[in-house]
């Protein structure tokens, strides 16, 4: 295991009242408040004037930033900073899920900073920021209590994670499963896909004598698997919703990664075809993650064996272990599939011609396994 220090500041608020507290929460922070929100499904549903109120009646002021798209862009973030500097905002109240909350991020930080900020999405490190509080409408991203950033700028289609550290986590998370009933079934696939996701990136590691991790990774997984074919039959089965939730913010918070390194790959490959195509994050996951997987299973097939036999119930066969890893992605296909997901770049619509391009911008990845250019094409065109 490998020596490490942790710090994690988010309070995390869970359940069916959690969100009374989101007035008095900020209040505790400040008292002019920038609310951001995305399209329409937090109007719609009544959560943005639920959220106003209980801000006013708790005596902030309000300003509102909406309309943040999926894979969040750089002009909106701007827009906020400037709002936040005319406005002298101090505090930030994201209500949404990844692309909200990566917004407001970038908007805290930029409120506080003389330059750029798309500067911290290469290489600059933020000092300080404004405090954010969340309010999580779809368990995916992690972001309500992650150490990380994802926002793209336009011009050149260059999607990427923020270089921050402890500090950009969120003051407070307010985590009510009920306000995730209102997803439609893709929204919540590519939720749980993006959680599989997070564990998985720091599951395949090159760091031995890591087994209480490997088995809180095992156990958030099938968890995840469980739980996202019971949502998909019953959409307001509250307990399953809740274990989504609940795993989302763990599978993200730095904990089962805690002593090793993770990878990382499927997700910058990932970002790349988002950057093309704006597709939903957790959809290229399932597209990236299995053809990922396929080409780097012989580097450690113990490891995958180990998957498969104790995520997917493939049965142990040390005699085989080459066979039992391939039955284990396999299954793991066969579950994005009963998800609804595709596991083909094509019907992301991106086709071979986009891959040199791709593979030259994400240019180098991983740690599991380092993948060059390359290597990096090979993994895309597996995944046609
Ligand atoms: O815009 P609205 O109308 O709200 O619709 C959203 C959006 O279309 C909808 N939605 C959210 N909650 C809903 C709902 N619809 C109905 N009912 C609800 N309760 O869902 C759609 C997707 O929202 P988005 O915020 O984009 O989803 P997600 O949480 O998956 O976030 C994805 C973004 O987070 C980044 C991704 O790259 C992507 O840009 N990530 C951020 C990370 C971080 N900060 O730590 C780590 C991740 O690996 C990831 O990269
Ligand atoms: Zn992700």
């Known amino acids: 295991m490998d020596d490490f220090t942790y710090r994690n500041e988010t309070e995390l608020i869970f359940g069916k009242q959690a969100l009374s507290c989101v007035g008095e929460k900020t209040r505790s922070y400040g008292d002019r408040a920038l609310v951001l929100y995305g399209g329409a499904s937090a109007i719609r549903s009544g959560l943005i004037s639920r959220v106003i109120l209980s801000l006013k009646q708790s005596g902030v002021e309000v300003f509102e930033l909406g309309n943040v798209e999926p894979n969040p862009k750089m002009s909106l973030a701007?827009?906020?900073?400037?709002?936040?500097?005319?406005?002298?905002?101090?505090?930030?109240?994201?209500?949404?899920?990844?692309?909200?909350?990566?917004t407001a991020k970038t908007v805290g930080?930029?409120?506080?900073?003389?330059?750029?900020?798309?500067?911290?999405?290469?290489?600059?490190?933020?000092?300080?920021?404004?405090?954010?509080?969340?309010?999580?409408?779809?368990?995916?991203?992690?972001?309500?209590?992650?150490?990380?950033?994802?926002?793209?700028?336009?011009?050149?289609?260059?999607?990427?994670?923020?270089?921050?550290?402890?500090?950009?986590?969120?003051?407070?998370?307010?985590?009510?499963?009920?306000?995730?009933?209102?997803?439609?079934?893709?929204?919540?696939?590519?939720?749980?896909?993006?959680?599989?996701?997070?564990?998985?990136?720091?599951?395949?590691t090159t760091v031995r004598g890591v087994d209480v991790t490997d088995r809180l990774c095992e156990g958030i997984v099938r968890s995840v698997v469980a739980a996202s074919k019971r949502v998909l039959i019953q959409h307001d089965d509250y307990n399953a919703r809740a274990e989504l939730m609940l795993a989302g913010t763990l599978a993200h918070n730095g904990i089962v990664g805690l002593g090793r390194r993770g990878d990382w790959a499927s997700h910058a490959m990932g970002h790349e075809i988002s950057a093309l195509s704006n597709a939903a994050h957790g959809a290229t996951l399932a597209v990236m993650f299995p053809a990922w997987m396929k080409y780097v299973y012989q580097t450690d097939i113990r490891r995958f064996a180990q998957f498969a036999n104790r995520v997917f119930d493939v049965q142990y066969m040390p005699w085989d272990e080459n066979e039992m890893a391939l039955e284990g992605i396999r299954r793991f296909e066969t579950f994005l599939h009963q998800l609804g997901m595709s596991t083909k770049l094509l019907d992301m619509g991106v086709k071979e011609?986009?891959?040199?391009?791709?593979?030259?911008?994400?240019?180098?990845?991983?740690?599991?396994?380092?993948?060059?250019e390359a290597a990096i094409a090979d993994v895309y065109r597996l995944a046609l």
């Open 78 to 102: 701007y827009r906020g900073i400037e709002i936040c500097k005319r406005e002298k905002i101090n505090v930030l109240v994201a209500v949404g899920g990844g692309s909200v909350i990566d």
């Open 109 to 204: 930080m930029g409120a506080v900073y003389d330059g750029d900020a798309w500067d911290f999405f290469t290489g600059t490190q933020a000092a300080s920021m404004l405090p954010i509080g969340v309010v999580l409408t779809i368990p995916a991203a992690g972001s309500e209590s992650s150490a990380d950033a994802v926002m793209t700028r336009e011009e050149d289609k260059l999607k990427r994670a923020s270089c921050a550290g402890d500090f950009i986590r969120p003051r407070f998370s307010i985590l009510n499963p009920e306000l995730t009933y209102t997803l439609p079934p893709y929204q919540t696939a590519c939720g749980a896909v993006d959680i599989i996701a997070h564990v998985l990136e720091r599951y395949f």
């Open 353 to 372: 011609d986009a891959i040199p391009l791709m593979a030259k911008k994400c240019h180098q990845a991983g740690s599991f396994v380092s993948l060059d």
